[in-house]
Structure formats: C-alpha cells, structure tokens
T-cell receptor, first 114, second 114 residues
Framework: GENVEQHPSTLSVQEGDSAVIKCTYS??????FPWYKQELGKGPQLIID?????GEKKDQRIAVTLNKTAKHFSLHITETQPEDSAVYFC?????????????FGKGTKLSVKP | EAGVTQSPTHLIKTRGQQATLRCSPI?????VYWYQQALGLGLQFLLW???????NRGNFPPRFSGRQFPNYSSELNVNALELEDSALYLC?????????????FGPGTRLTVL
C-alpha cells in the first residue's frame, strides 16, 4: 500500500523567512496530493492541493511542487508570519479509486518566531 | 455554508466500554471518512462510507465499526475500549466523483479511555 514520508518533523524559522516541507510517496498510482494545516485544538484545514497532471501550483504565499518521476512533493511558504505556526500534513491519494482515503505523512510542526 | 460537525467534543470512557461518535458532513457531500489521530502518530485512516455503504477500511480491528445514514451523516462505534484507543477522532467529508476530491475535516472528538 501507499506510504508517505514527511520531513522535517519540526521546523523553526524567523518571521519573513521561507519554509519548505518535503514529502515522498511510494505508490506511483497516487495522483492527488493535498496539504493540510492543523492549529491547536482544531481539525486539519485544506490549504492547497495538486494533481499529477500539474508540476506546480501557487496560492498567494503558498506553493506546492510535484515531481512524479522522483515521487516527491513539497510545500513552500514564503514571507512567513507568526500565524503560519501550526502542524502541517501532506497526504496522497489514488485518483477516484476504490480506496478513496488519504494516506498522511506524520506532520511537521512549524514555528515562526516574531 | 456549515462545515463538517462532530459530536461530542470530548468523551471519557473506561476500558471495556463502548463509544459512539457522530459526524454530519457538509451539505451535498456523500462520502464520509473517519481517521484516528493518536499522539505522535499522525492521521490513520479508519473507515470510508459513501452512499450508505462501507467502501474501505484501514488496518484496525473489527471492534471499530460504523455506519452511514440516509442523510449521509455517520456514526463511528468503538467496542471493548482499550487504553490505546485514546485519541482524536476526525471525520472528513467529500463529494464523491470520478476524481479524487478534496476532503474537509471536522474539529474532531477527543476520546479518553481510563
């Protein structure tokens, strides 16, 4: 089955710096890759996603890149702000398939210092 | 538009008891997913329901079960509770289609087994 590895487990940056979180996946059939942000005491919030027919997607300060050949994808946050502090999860899923569920990485705790 | 709702917020049980957790999906969504988020273990897929049927289950024992009602709301039942069942249980919903669709999470139910 699919396995998703996420690195680093913790990341500390200064406000205004960039943050990068990387994930690798094992199943070449996976073609949907969402990223979630989870703040303390809340459920995960979908912040951006990418499908396998696209190599990069941007939404304001957030971008995701996908390398299907190498089976890895990354989240880039630019001009970080204290409110970006949270745990970020990557995930992978097989397109519309019989499984449907997401396989998650173990999360990255991002701390943005003012 | 209301998001995914879950009840109760917190649930305290003793070992051997049964727990019932409830989830109401976003209006129009037909798929409901259940995930377990234990401390330090990320999100583990439990069950997927769509159109009232169980479509897939994760690597959990049969004492984890559930159902989906005609209005697409769902229940997760955990029988013969064990201490290691203590976790945040998250429900997500999505619109089922031919493509893998975004999953939106509720705030979770914190289950504590004493």
């Amino acid at each position: 089955g699919e396995n998703v590895e996420q690195h680093p487990s913790t990341l500390s940056v200064q406000e205004g710096d960039s943050a990068v979180i990387k994930c690798t996946y094992s199943d070449s059939a996976s073609n949907y890759f969402p990223w979630y942000k989870q703040e303390l005491g809340k459920g995960p919030q979908l912040i951006i996603d990418i499908r396998s027919n696209v190599g990069e997607k941007k939404d304001q300060r957030i971008a995701v890149t996908l390398n299907k050949t190498a089976k890895h994808f990354s989240l880039h946050i630019t001009e970080t702000q204290p409110e970006d502090s949270a745990v970020y999860f990557c995930a992978a899923s097989i397109k519309g398939g019989s499984q449907g569920n997401l396989i998650f990485g173990k999360g990255t705790k991002l701390s943005v210092k003012p | 538009e209301a998001g995914v709702t879950q009840s109760p917020t917190h649930l305290i049980k003793t070992r051997g008891q049964q727990a019932t957790l409830r989830c109401s999906p976003i209006s129009g969504h037909t798929s409901v997913y259940w995930y377990q988020q234990a401390l330090g273990l990320g999100l583990q897929f439990l069950l997927w329901y769509d159109e009232g049927e169980e479509r897939n289950r994760g690597n959990f024992p049969p004492r984890f079960s559930g159902r989906q009602f005609p209005n697409y709301s769902s229940e997760l039942n955990v029988n013969a509770l064990e201490l290691e069942d203590s976790a945040l249980y998250l429900c997500a919903s999505s619109f089922r289609g031919r493509l893998a669709n975004e999953q939106f999470f509720g705030p979770g139910t914190r289950l504590t087994v004493l």
